[in-house]
């Protein structure tokens, strides 16, 4: 039997142009820095105002509350008002444990405030929230089904300051003792491209005055060694300037969100091209920091 094509059907196969790739799947993970963490703000409005999708974010420490609440809905205008009014009494208590020198049960009222849905299958945005086991170290990841607030407590308690939390066997303590950032976690969460948000401590400290600046200071040393962990994952790392601010500079919260607009300002181009747009223009150095806040 002899097969045969006929020519019509040759050209009209061959003339079909060839589909473009969809565009990829963005992830963006979200590591932690305490106050300096207010900086994720100000990439996430530079990604809203030139609507960049986000498949799918994750969190750890400060970031794991900035995670959550945008990807529960909450708009980056909303979240800086909470953060801008944000006193660490709203989220923690201080108390005589052996385990740590704050509670952070006050933290539960504060994120039923901030979150319009507390579980994970709720989230508009899939969501990740990475905290540490403390006895076997490793990365402990939440994905639910089922509440996001007690992960995001454990992801926050700084050992040392905070308590550890205590789940399912777990003594969870802040993600950040096992990753800075949580770009790792993004890998099976279904997305082609993972943007990481890293906040830079200093390459040098002051001389440490009392135990929590000596444990800050440690995991700060710790951090700058193990970077590679998790640079390995990401396609793309965005680094605000902080290095310089206070671990617990809430004041500087407007400096902060401009320090995290312009970064993310550098990186749009290439996220852009990810998409096949045209690249962003710069950011136009009239934009000031009232602009943004109205």
């Known amino acids: ?163 550890p939390v205590r789940s399912n066997g777990y003594c969870l303590v802040d993600g950040y003792i096992a990753r800075e950032v949580p770009s790792e976690a993004l890998t099976t969460m279904g997305v082609d491209r993972i943007i990481a948000v890293h906040l830079p401590t200093p390459a040098s400290g002051v001389d440490p005055q009392n135990v929590f600046s000596i444990v800050h200071r440690c995991f700060q040393v710790m951090g700058r060694r193990l970077d590679h962990e998790w640079r390995v994952h990401a396609d793309l790392v965005i680094e605000p300037d902080v290095a310089q601010v206070a671990w617990d500079g809430f004041n500087d919260t407007g400096a902060l969100i401009e320090m995290g607009e312009r970064a993310a300002y550098e990186a749009l181009p290439e996220v852009e091209r990810w998409l096949s747009r045209a690249p962003a223009p710069p950011h136009p150095a009239s934009h000031t920091i009232a602009d943004r806040f109205d």
């Open 1 to 163: 039997m002899r097969v045969s094509w006929w020519p019509w059907r040759r050209e009209s196969r061959s003339s079909e142009p060839a589909a473009p790739p969809p565009p990829p799947r963005i992830g963006l993970a979200l590591g932690g820095g305490f106050a300096r963490g207010i900086a994720h703000i100000g990439v996430l409005r530079v990604f809203e105002r030139h609507a960049i999708p986000l498949h799918a974010i994750a969190g750890i420490s400060a970031g794991s509350m900035v995670a959550a609440a945008y990807a529960a809905g909450v708009d980056t205008g909303a979240i800086e008002r909470i953060a801008r009014g944000m006193k660490f009494h709203d989220v923690a208590r201080w108390t005589i444990s052996r385990m740590g020198l704050a509670g952070s049960e006050r933290m539960v009222p504060f994120l039923q405030r901030l979150l319009p849905c507390t579980c994970f299958e709720q989230m508009r945005i899939p969501l990740a929230i990475v905290a540490a086991d403390l006895i076997t170290g490793v990365p402990v990841v939440f994905r639910g089904p089922g509440d996001v607030i007690l992960p995001i407590r454990a992801s926050c308690s700084y050992p040392g300051l905070f308590q």
